[in-house]
């Protein structure tokens, strides 16, 4: 895991989160997926850096190569 994301049970209910923020990994991946440009969140939330929002797209995709998919076969 990121330098930069935490996953702590008392910060909003154990969601990855940007470290020392309640500003969660999925709501800035909502947004960007909105549309929403970095530079928009940047200012929306001037804690954040560019290192944070890197972090959060590398979390991500760190979480999805890390995901078993079943798969079923068709009976």
Avoid: F
Avoid at 65 to 75: C, G, K, R, S
């Amino acid at each position: 895991m990121s330098d930069r994301v935490e996953i702590n049970p008392r910060v909003c209910g154990g969601q990855p989160v940007i470290k020392g923020t309640r500003i969660s990994v999925a709501a800035l991946l909502e947004q960007l997926a909105e549309g929403e440009s970095w530079d928009s969140l940047l200012s929306g939330y001037p804690e954040l850096t560019r290192a944070d929002l890197q972090a959060a797209l590398a979390y991500a995709r760190q979480s999805i190569l890390h995901t078993e998919v079943a798969v079923l076969n068709p009976a």
